[in-house]
């Protein structure tokens, strides 16, 4: 299929969606929402045992499935709609790919298995103070010392900063933009929860302070922008998901709500406000399996990435918030579940860059 | 019969060996193609054809071009609307009479469905049909005729009982379009162009043999019709004619094509022609522009993953997996993205949007958009029956309280 999917791939979503059915109800996303560590760490073990997400995307020689973006995809789009609590994005997909475009062979060996079975977490600091995302954002320094380098700066916005096991961190040397492992234990290392708006999703500050790191790969080899790319058409995959599972339930409730004798969903207003919905959504679906079918594909998916990133957080936040509209009062109550995915489409919207940045960056990578 | 593709090729290149003549008419021609079987492989054997499946008559139409050999006259205009509802409802002395001339090209045709009063509601059609002695007597008014003006024959839909409900009331017929109860009259658009007619009928007659299925059966034969238009629309636009080709039967040709598509020139504008964006944009400057170009991009995206969407769309339909009425996502996003396309170009002009004809950019093209794209989201199933189609069917909405359900005579109308 060039761009729809697999009766394999199908099936493959079929036991993805069953699985964060059974194990991501919203009383647990509540639960673990309040927690330091926001994961349940038994469904994390059976997500990477039984499912084997964490390495869907992961060469079989370092432990994974072998397969490719569009099944880290569905697997994302199906997280997404559920709004799973787990360093899934941090681990597997920002890290995972950030091994994977610039780390050596015998680093890919050594550290990729235990991110494809899930044994130890893993999360990539790319912004700071500024919180943003280029390569020209990045200011943290990485001084060699003998055999060693040592870091020295601050990052922020790190996705599962606090319950990592492997820090990678993107620092600048003289030779350009390169990447460290950074020890949980090194000295010099603070890691300091942020308050974060979307509780589902902890975020910490890292602090460096002539802390010793491992060089990953070359030299100012840090390939920013490839990880960049992967990364982003994963995440558009998961609000994806968030979009569409908002235009469910806008749907599901206004079949229920009755008001003025009538289900409001019978209304007109409601109805064609419903049907814009569903385009946006599948639009922003459309984008999100096709930069993940580019990327598949091994083209160039700068311009795709950027796109699918864009269209998704921006259909995943109208969605929200049509959501918490279509609800009335009960929609603004911390009881109503709503809020907890407009929390996820907001904070999303900004995160790895806002919309407006992947517009410009989409086209500037077809030189426009 | 079931003739495998390769044998089928076979016999189309001798026949066309032995029989293609670019000195002959081009009504000669089809003459000669419609009584060999030819001009319609994919008919009934009983009725010009061949009863051949897509496959066959892909391989015998690349035959055809590969001799620069012209087809029947099917294709062209809403003479394919004509033959699929006749094929399909027609009697046989009906099919025998229509079909042969329909594919020679003698006879064109026109469809009149759309009323002032009945649009969306096309069911509630008003133009009457009355028995009188032995013909009916047709009294009231049609639009969006395309080519109305050029008809020998039109397929109206008419109101024959008002005592049924309004899917009830009506029947299908073929008027004859050149008679002096019918008036044609050229309909002017906002954008200039006159591509569609009104038609207006006064005690026009039709023979009582030219009523396509039963009386009061009118709206499942429409149905043939729609469905076939929403299928093969885009086909009659898309003639191929190579420009080398010179001759009589050519000359003949082409000028059936230009008429046939005159009144779509303006098709690509009222799609907002995003493909002049970027270039556009260049020219002027206005690429330099933050907030253009973040419009800009908003546009490429759009319109690029409505074309994904409708990519995976075709394949799901192959494979069976789609629901149905999916089209109506297409055909919204496709309102919204020729909507933004006219503002970017807006923005991009300044303004020179102000200006007409070929003292606006692009010899006219930019302000024949501007004034083209309301269209886009009437014709073909207005935005908001889209809608309706969207949350009843895609998403199994509760459907609108209906209040025309009783005799027609008592729905309130126009």
């Given at each position: 299929m060039e761009f729809s999917f697999t009766a394999e791939q199908d099936q493959f979503r079929e036991s993805v969606a069953r699985f964060m059915t059974d194990k991501s109800p919203s009383s647990d996303v509540r639960k673990l929402m309040e927690t330091d560590d926001g994961f349940d760490p038994n469904v994390w073990r059976q997500l990477c045992g039984e499912l084997g997400l964490t390495g869907i995307h992961i060469p079989e020689t370092y432990?994974?499935?072998?397969?490719?973006p569009v099944e880290l995809g569905i697997a994302m789009e199906e997280q997404g709609r559920a709004l799973l609590c787990a360093p899934y994005l941090s681990s597997s997909v920002m890290a995972g790919y950030a091994l994977l475009t610039s780390a050596s062979e015998e680093q890919k060996r050594a550290w990729l298995p235990a991110i494809a079975d899930g044994s130890q977490i893993a999360t990539l600091a790319i912004s700071e103070d500024l919180g943003l995302w280029r390569a020209n954002d990045i200011c943290l320094t990485a001084k060699p010392n003998k055999d060693a380098y040592t870091l020295a700066g601050r990052k922020r916005f790190v996705l599962d900063g606090c319950v990592a096991d492997m820090l990678f961190v993107v620092a600048r040397t003289e030779a350009g933009l390169s990447l460290f492992k950074v020890d949980t234990s090194a000295k010099g290392l603070r890691r300091t929860p942020l308050p974060a708006m979307d509780p589902t999703r902890k975020i910490a500050e890292i602090e460096l302070a002539g802390t010793p790191a491992e060089l990953v790969g070359q030299d100012g080899g840090f390939n920013l922008d490839a990880t960049f790319d992967s990364v982003l058409v994963a995440f558009a995959n998961e609000l994806a998901g968030g979009a569409e599972a908002m235009l469910s339930s806008v749907v599901e409730y206004s079949k229920l709500r009755v008001q003025f004798g009538r289900?409001?969903?019978?209304?007109q207003a409601i109805k064609h406000r419903c049907a814009d919905l569903m385009v946006e959504v599948e639009l922003a679906k459309a984008a999100a399996y096709q930069a993940a079918q580019q990327l598949a594909s091994g083209e160039e998916a700068t311009e795709l990435a950027s796109l699918a990133k864009a269209t998704a957080s921006d259909a995943y936040l109208f969605a929200a918030r049509e959501c918490i509209q279509f609800h009335g009062g009960i929609g603004f109550t911390w009881e109503n579940d709503t809020h907890l995915w407009f929390k996820r489409a907001k904070s999303s919207e900004v995160f790895l860059g806002t919309p407006q940045e992947h517009r410009e960056r989409m086209l500037q990578a077809v030189g426009v | 019969m079931n003739q495998s593709v390769d044998s089928i090729r076979d016999e189309a290149r001798s026949w066309l060996k032995e029989n293609w003549d670019s000195s002959l008419s081009l009504i000669e021609w089809r003459t000669r193609l419609a009584e060999s079987g030819w001009a319609a492989p994919d008919w009934p054997e009983d009725y010009y054809g061949r009863n051949l499946g897509p496959a066959e008559v892909a391989a015998i139409n690349e035959e055809f071009a590969a001799a620069g050999a012209i087809g029947g006259a099917?294709?062209?205009?809403v003479r394919s609307l004509a033959a699929a509802t006749l094929l399909e409802h027609g009697s046989d002395e009906q099919k025998r009479t229509f079909l042969r001339r329909i594919l020679t090209g003698e006879d064109a045709w026109c469809q009149l469905f759309s009323e002032p009063g009945s649009g969306s509601d096309l069911a509630g059609a008003t133009t009457r049909a009355d028995r009188q002695g032995n013909e009916w007597v047709v009294n009231g008014q049609k639009v969006w005729n395309t080519s109305a003006h050029h008809a020998d024959y039109g397929l109206l839909v008419a109101r024959t009982d008002w005592d049924q409900p309004k899917h009830k009331g009506l029947t299908y017929f073929i008027i004859d379009m050149r008679q002096p109860g019918v008036e044609v009259r050229q309909l002017r658009q906002m954008n200039g162009h006159a591509s569609f007619n009104e038609v207006f009928f006064t005690n026009a007659s039709v023979l009582p043999d030219h009523m396509i299925g039963e009386e009061g059966e009118g709206w499942a034969v429409a149905v043939t019709t729609l469905a076939y238009e929403r299928r093969g629309f885009a086909r009659s636009r898309d003639i191929k004619i190579d420009k080398l080709w010179s001759g009589k039967i050519y000359d003949q040709y082409r000028e059936e094509v230009a008429i046939a598509n005159e009144p779509y020139t303006w098709y690509p504008q009222r799609a907002g022609r995003v493909d002049l964006v970027v270039q556009r944009a260049k020219e002027t400057g206005a690429i330099e522009d933050p907030v253009i170009r973040q419009k800009i991009a908003k546009l490429l995206a759009m319109d690029k993953s409505a074309q994904w969407f409708a990519a995976r769309l075709r394949e799901d339909q192959k494979a069976g997996r789609a629901k149905g009425p999916e089209g109506s996502i297409t055909k919204l996003a496709a309102s919204n993205i020729a909507r933004l396309a006219s503002d970017v170009h807006t923005s991009i002009t300044g303004t020179d949007a102000m200006l007409t004809g070929p003292e606006s950019p692009q010899n006219g093209i930019i302000a024949e958009i501007l004034v083209s794209v309301p269209a886009v989201s009437i014709a073909g199933g207005t935005d908001e029956i889209q809608k309706n189609i969207i949350s009843e069917r895609l998403l199994d909405m509760p459907k609108e309280t209906r209040f025309d359900t009783g005799p027609f005579k008592d729905v309130r109308r126009n």
């Open positions: 432990g994974g499935a072998g397969f490719g289900p409001i969903g019978s209304f | 099917q294709s062209t205009g």
